[in-house]
Antibody, heavy 120, light 110 residues
Framework: EVQLAESGGGLVQPGGSLRLSCAAS????????MHWVRQAPGKGLVWVSR????????SYADSVKGRFTISRDNAKNTLYLQMNSLRAEDTALYYC?????????????WGQGTLVTVSS | QSALTQPASVSGSPGQSITISCTGT?????????VSWYQQHPGKAPKLMIY???YRPSGVSNRFSGSKSGNTASLTISGLQAEDEADYYC??????????FGGGTKLTVL
């Protein structure tokens, strides 16, 4: 069974940093693209970032470019999101999602999310 | 990046069909066949319902179908059921290797 378990969320002050992790199990992690998608409370889904299978190619939404870094450790079956210079508008539930093998730009399995709150 | 445009809400009675639109530009919806649709029930993670405009993942009911014309993609749900009541989001690949989502549509089954 495919499982994605996010962790690392919490309360952080504006300008602070957090590193989110996503532990993957139940599938061959190293052959799938991975994505981060966020959802502010009561709002819609917003794509954040994606990484290819070996970590050599990444892309980011304009709103986080230069502040967030996506990475992966295929030996540990873990996806990461390093978030720096956090702003109030980054407050959201952050989902880790697997890129579909049939179409890497879609996401076929999602975790339950980890909540990030940016507030003083 | 601007979100794709979806109606805020749609509604239908059990057994009816409804269609949700998703309008973008030639840089996203109109330019690539990488449109996806997701269903999200309250407090739950999203579920992939359609990918690459028209394809259903294994296990998704054939009552769900997708299409595209120009810069607008559509999700049609036929034989509406109570459990279809949820929020629906479209997404598309956009030039420069990014993904954009729509603002979401709340489906109410009357």
């Amino acid at each position: 069974e495919v499982q994605l378990a996010e962790s690392g969320g919490g309360l952080v002050q504006p300008g602070g940093s957090l590193r989110l992790s996503c532990a993957a199990s139940g599938f061959t992690f190293s052959i799938y693209w991975m994505h981060w998608v966020r959802q502010a409370p009561g709002k819609g889904l917003v794509w954040v970032s994606r990484i290819n299978t070996d970590g050599s190619t990444t892309s980011y939404a304009d709103s986080v470019k230069g502040r967030f870094t996506i990475s992966r450790d295929n030996a540990k079956n873990t996806l990461y999101l390093q978030m720096n210079s956090l702003r109030a508008e980054d407050t959201a539930l952050y989902y880790c999602a697997r890129g579909s093998y049939s179409s890497s730009w879609s996401q076929d399995y999602w975790g339950q999310g980890t909540l990030v709150t940016v507030s003083s | 990046q601007s979100a794709l445009t979806q109606p805020a809400s749609v509604s239908g009675s059990p057994g009816q069909s409804i269609t949700i639109s998703c309008t973008g530009t030639s840089s996203d919806v109109g330019g690539y066949n990488y449109v996806s649709w997701y269903q999200q029930h309250p407090g739950k993670a999203p579920k992939l319902m359609i990918y690459d405009v028209t394809y259903r993942p294994s296990g998704v009911s054939n009552r769900f179908s997708g299409s595209k014309s120009g810069n607008t993609a559509s999700l049609t749900i036929s034989g509406l059921q109570a459990e279809d009541e949820a929020d629906y989001y479209c997404s598309s690949y956009k030039s420069s290797s990014i993904v954009v989502f729509g603002g979401g549509t709340k489906l109410t089954v009357l």
